[in-house]
């Protein structure tokens, strides 16, 4: 994230009993434009802010949607205690930044922006495994491709490499999509040159 972003119009869930700190918290999103919303019942997968602050010290396994961190909001834990369990469960929810008990006002933007900062960095990093994966399941329609050009025009395996890559760089194709093509008879061989 290069900018430091404005919470102007974000919906803001907040679970956590209304007490001092929720006052405290509710008044500074309001002063950061933010709209929260105040709950201490399980959020609904229906419900859908734009950033959850959840008690880190009372929550429990159900009192969000989610699972193993993959909340699909940025995710703020509020922490009054030290205790490695609470710590573990806030990381477990997927929360990015802690803001801890009492809440002062200094702390929240802060916590804001390093919740999202980190939630973007989590979704960028899963896309980029998920394309990885994709093309590690593809990895055998390259081989067979390669074979098959080791077949037809007599190269070794590296060459055959060579020629298959060259050739997808020249039609700005991944590897693995024009491997599928050459395998599946879309595509002619690519000419030894």
Not at 1 to 30: A, I
Not at 144 to 165: D, F, G, K, P
Request: charged share 25%; proline share 7%; net charge neutral.
């Amino acid at each position: 994230m290069k900018e430091t972003p404005n919470f102007t119009g974000w919906r803001v869930t907040v679970v956590h009993r209304e007490d001092s700190n929720t006052e405290r918290l509710v008044r500074q999103l309001r002063l950061l434009g933010a709209q929260p919303t105040l709950q201490w019942a399980p959020l609904s997968a229906a419900v859908a802010p734009d950033l959850v602050i959840v008690d880190a010290d009372q929550g429990w396994d159900d009192l969000l949607p989610w699972r193993d961190a993959q909340s699909g909001y940025p995710v703020v834990a509020l922490l009054g205690s030290e205790a490695p369990g609470r710590i573990a469960w806030a990381l477990e929810q997927g929360a990015g930044a802690i803001i801890a008990k009492p809440v002062a006002a200094s702390a929240v933007y802060p916590a804001l922006v390093m919740a999202l900062s980190i939630h973007l960095e989590r979704k960028m990093v899963a896309e980029r495994v998920k394309v990885l994966e994709e093309r590690v399941r593809l990895r055998p329609l390259v081989h067979a491709a390669v074979e098959r050009l080791m077949s037809v025009h007599s190269v070794n395996e590296e060459r055959a490499y060579t020629i298959l890559r060259d050739c997808a760089m020249r039609r700005r194709l991944p590897m693995e999509q024009l491997a599928a093509f050459i395998i599946g008879g879309a595509e002619p061989l690519p000419e030894v040159g």
